[in-house]
């Protein structure tokens, strides 16, 4: 037998899968402590943070995740990748505002130090921490709590949990915002109700294991004191800019022009495209020491306007001004307005020269194309901050109509005039912003003709709003000569706590418009909610507050006349003009008939009462076929306009009279 020294056998087998060196220990560590902080998390916030209580698992590594392999919610998190419901699609609503930071959407790289794939995954990575950490300041700053988590491919998740269940629109929107800011931001979670979010604790298709960024105790009591009204009212404001862009229908320039909102105390401001800045160096000193520069500005006037200009452009509120005046650090502005002969001055004149910064800004007008009578219905009103804590008003009705329209027991009471009195209710709503008053004084004919409706379907649903256990009308005076019913905007105690987490959105009320006298009333409510983004037909009816099937007919039927179209991700609005549409099918001609009949009747109706008025100051006699007009009450009675009567009277009889009667 040969023997060979000096040498070893090896085996021809590989090294063994799992060796114990320090650093296979050390790594196998860090899984396990990964994994139980991952387990950790799943049992403290997945199941509260769910749309639904339900899990969807992947099984073929993170690439699906099929709504045939959802389950219920396990206690333990899922070995496999999986995902939950960011809304609950049978109400179409959530509480959760997912923001997904993808790697992948945070923009290009341009570090030289950059030489391969790793290294730019590794910056990627560092680009969206960095985004998440803004988010989470933000936030902190409004007075939110979140959960924050991590992936192993570095991407993040900042979850924001509310108290009360969001239109999923809203949300949607808010998201697209966020990411117009935080290009990390994938709005793809909130993109329809059948949106899924990996949860903190999640396996992730890499191996690992999605685990908390915030502490534990940040993140159990952000998940268990979900945030309030005030936070949602936050962010809203915050983002009100991008929130204006987004919504801008494609095509149309970004710089094309600024509109303003209205804060939470209805007084207007212009949103600013990444939030609020800080005033240039020489207006900052103006505000702080109330000195200026006399070459630039020729009086205190001009520096005062001036610094209110920068800031109104600036994205500042008017409540921001005011703080920095109360809080010390522009007292040179509170200078500009001081004057001994008139104390209480900055008061007066601070909310005018706001309002005047704003118009000039935006360049806003409110443009009236109402069809009214000679006679002025808008009562006498001064042009102050009333006036827009006037329109705030208006804006919270319109958004109490919302959520009335979820009221199941309010809607079944509506009956089939369901339809007619959303009409009339967005009639109501543009007669307020018309006029500038949440107390509105117009006629039932001046309604009809905004709503598609005839004045005397307009007449009873008035009614029966006013009659409701908890209106949204309020009857404050009964019509009287040549005065119109006048109503005031209530908004329902039932639904004064809903009405504070919705958005109440800027720009002109639009009423139905004459075209929708030919193609009725559900179209110009599906009309209504298209826009040039794409949402498929079951989105669209819930948006419209339709069943499928009315709002598919009315989809069709726009589509016919060139008012919708469907694209491969489902309608939008048609290039077709509503005025074109209101020729073709002689709808316009028949609200000219309308205008025309119901002028008509106007100058009837005041022709008469000159007469009554005339007849009143001649005595009474048994030849001259008059009442007996000496009583003040029947003669009042007499003279009320006999529309609103169930026997179905058009109106006052024509009649012949000549002017000087």
């Keep these: 037998m040969a023997t060979i020294t000096g040498q070893r056998a090896s085996s021809v087998l590989p090294p063994p899968d799992t060796p114990n060196s320090a ?164 709005p793809a979670p909130h993109a329809s109700l059948g949106g899924q979010i990996s949860p903190p604790g999640a396996r992730h298709k890499s191996g690992g294991w999605r685990v908390l960024s915030t502490s534990p105790e940040d993140a159990a009591a952000a998940a268990g004191h979900p945030n309030g009204p005030e936070v949602w009212a936050g962010l809203l404001a915050e983002f009100a800019a991008e929130l204006q862009q987004a919504e801008r229908p494609s095509g149309e320039a970004a710089d094309s022009g600024l509109s303003a909102e209205l804060d939470d105390t209805g007084i207007p401001w212009v949103p600013r495209r990444g939030g609020r800045a800080p005033l240039g160096a020489e207006l900052d000193q103006v505000a702080r020491t109330g000195r200026w520069d006399r070459s630039h500005y020729a009086g205190r006037s001009e520096a005062r306007m001036a610094v209110l200009g920068a800031a109104a452009a600036r994205g500042w509120q008017l409540a921001d001004v005011r703080a920095a005046v109360t809080g010390g650090a522009w007292k040179g502005l509170a200078a500009l307005y001081e004057r001994r002969s008139e104390p209480g001055r900055m008061e007066r004149l601070l909310p005018l020269e706001w309002r005047k910064t704003i118009d000039g800004i935006s360049g806003e007008e409110n443009v009236r194309q109402w069809h009214t009578s000679d006679l002025s219905t808008r009562p006498p009103t001064q042009e102050s901050s009333s006036s827009s804590a006037e329109y705030g008003l208006i804006r919270q009705w319109l958004t109490a109509i919302l959520c009335a329209l979820e009221d199941p027991e309010r809607v079944k009471g509506w009956g089939r005039r369901a339809i007619a009195v959303r009409l009339v209710l967005l009639a109501l709503g543009q007669a307020a912003m018309v006029s500038g008053l949440s107390t509105i004084e117009f006629g039932t004919r001046n309604l009809a003709l905004h709503s598609a409706l005839s004045h005397r379907t307009v007449a009873r649903v008035l009614r029966q709003l006013a009659n409701e256990p908890d209106p949204l009308i309020d009857l404050v005076s009964r019509r009287r000569l040549a005065r119109a019913d006048r109503y005031a905007l209530r908004i329902p105690d039932r639904h004064a706590d809903s009405v504070r987490w919705r958005r109440r959105r800027a720009g002109r009320i639009e009423a139905a418009h004459p075209a929708f006298l030919a193609l009725g009333g559900t ?76 002028k008509q009747d106007r100058e009837s109706w005041r022709a008469r009462l000159r007469t009554y008025q005339g007849a009143r100051q001649v005595p009474a006699s048994a030849r001259d076929g008059w009442w007996s007009l000496d009583d003040g009450d029947e003669y009042d009675e007499m003279c009320r306009w006999p529309v609103l009567s169930d026997d179905f009277v058009r109106g006052p009889p024509s009649i012949e009279v000549p002017e000087s009667a």
């Design 523 to 598: 179209s110009a409510l599906v009309y209504q909610v298209l826009d040039q983004a794409e949402a498929r037909g079951a989105e669209v009816a819930r948006a419209a507050r339709l069943s499928a099937s009315a709002a598919a007919a009315a989809l069709q039927l726009l589509a016919e006349h060139g008012l919708a179209e469907r694209g491969p991700g489902g309608w939008r609005r048609g290039p077709a003009a509503l005025a074109d549409v209101a020729e073709s099918t002689g709808a316009a001609d028949l609200q000219r008939e309308r205008e025309e009949r119901y």
């Design 23 to 186: 650093e296979a220990i050390s790594a196998r560590s860090h899984a396990d402590e990964a994994a139980q902080s991952a387990r950790s998390a799943w049992r403290s916030v997945t199941s509260l943070l769910a749309g639904t209580p339900h899990v969807r698992t992947s099984k073929d590594g993170g690439r699906t995740y099929p709504a045939r392999w959802a389950g219920p919610l396990p206690a333990e998190p899922p070995l496999q990748p999986c995902t939950v419901a960011v809304y609950d699609p049978a109400s179409g609503a959530g509480r959760l505002l997912a923001l997904d930071l993808d790697p992948s959407r945070a923009g290009h790289v341009h570090d030289r130090a950059v030489h391969n794939d790793r290294e730019r995954g590794a910056a990627l990575a560092a680009e969206v921490g960095r985004q998440g950490a803004e988010l989470g300041q933000l936030l902190e700053r409004l007075g939110g709590r979140y959960v924050a988590d991590v992936a192993p491919s570095g991407g993040r998740h900042v979850l924001v949990l509310f108290a009360a269940a969001l239109p999923w629109l809203e949300l949607r929107d808010l998201v697209r915002a966020i990411a117009l800011r935080f290009p990390a931001v994938d």
